[in-house]
């Protein structure tokens, strides 16, 4: 079977097209037929090497973090799943590989995909909204009535995260182009801000959570906007002590990431503020949550393009130059 991969860490958007074996199916796993992939920064990210510190990876490795596809094969202990199911999901952080015509999976990490859905779409979904769920979740804890503030929020990341933060009863308000701001209220949220005539650091202020997607030239900003006791989860600045400790990384990360995430560990602290880092993880539960979302409000992805598998590398380019409005899919 054909498989997309990297041989080496390398600035240069560059992965390979290889013949490789088929992959054998452990009791607890399925094997999925991948009809669609989701390309992200994140791929981007594993190939210059700057999650090394989060995970390493051996090669040649194939790249690619969610899919959909079809079962063709099921293990003797899978008890959800058949084959003949369409299924999506985003893969373990160290066990990747959705660049590939088929790959195995276990049955705990992947759910049945939403019926509203095509293939194309449902591998636009897992990633980000998993990425949502658990910063939301599993990190802010949001509680219902509190006001939610999303910078940048009219990408492929603010299509799930809005009407996610809705569902549990959110405030939602985001930032954006203008272009924006119809799909943006379309989708559920509260108040939109142009940042071309609007700086939101001048407008917002007693907002109880932030989710983080522009990176460390805005966390003092995004501070700043917080009530006392606010909390802002980052999915682009820095991993901190506690992300360690979450993690259960070693010690000598742990003291690592503790340098880090030091200057903005200090800064949350003078604000009165909580200041946390998601890196998402792969959860068969919590996407099988996320599908009955989709289905009931029929939520729909935002895709900005669609490659044929032998196009790839266009693909991933696509995505480093940062300039896509929504996600980019390659299809098979």
Not at 41 to 49: A, E, F, H, R, V
Not at 160 to 186: D, H, N, Q, W
């Amino acid at each position: 079977m054909k498989a997309a991969q990297m041989l080496k860490y390398s600035k240069e958007i560059q992965v390979i097209m290889n013949d490789i074996k088929m992959p054998e199916i452990k009791d607890d796993q399925v094997l999925v037929k991948v009809k669609a992939a989701g390309v992200n920064p994140l791929d981007i990210l594993i190939l210059n090497g700057s999650i090394r510190m989060i995970t390493d990876y051996d090669f040649p490795l194939t790249l690619g973090n969610e899919l959909s596809g079809v079962i063709e094969a099921v293990g003797k202990d899978v008890a959800n799943f058949q084959v003949g199911d369409h299924i999506y999901t985003r893969l373990p952080v160290n066990q990747i590989g959705a660049f590939a015509e088929y790959i195995a999976v276990n049955e705990d990490i992947i759910s049945i995909m939403p019926k509203n859905l095509s293939f194309n779409e449902a591998a636009a979904v897992p990633l980000t909204a998993l990425t949502a769920y658990q910063a939301l979740n599993d990190v802010l804890h949001v509680k219902p009535d509190k006001k939610l503030f999303i910078p940048g929020g009219t990408g492929g990341f603010g299509a799930m995260a809005i009407p996610i933060a809705k569902s549990m009863g959110l405030y939602v308000i985001t930032s954006g182009s203008e272009r924006g701001r119809s799909r943006t209220f379309a989708i559920g949220a509260d108040q939109f801000i142009n940042y071309h005539e609007e700086n939101y650091a001048d407008v917002l202020r007693d907002i109880d959570y932030v989710i983080d997607t522009l990176g460390m030239k805005e966390i003092k900003a995004e501070l700043g906007i917080l009530k006392p006791q606010g909390k802002l989860v980052s999915l682009k600045a820095v991993p901190n002590y506690r992300f360690a400790v979450d993690n259960n990384f070693s010690v000598w990360k742990k003291l690592l990431f503790g340098l880090v995430g030091a200057r903005i560990d200090s800064l949350a602290r003078k604000h009165k503020n909580e200041y946390r880092f998601l890196f998402v993880q792969a959860n068969g539960s919590q996407l099988q949550e996320i599908t009955t979302l989709v289905e009931k409000v029929d939520i729909k992805p935002s895709i900005d393009s669609i490659y044929n598998f032998n196009n790839i590398n266009k693909a991933l380019t696509k995505v480093s130059t940062g300039h896509s409005q929504g996600k980019v899919i390659v299809t098979f």
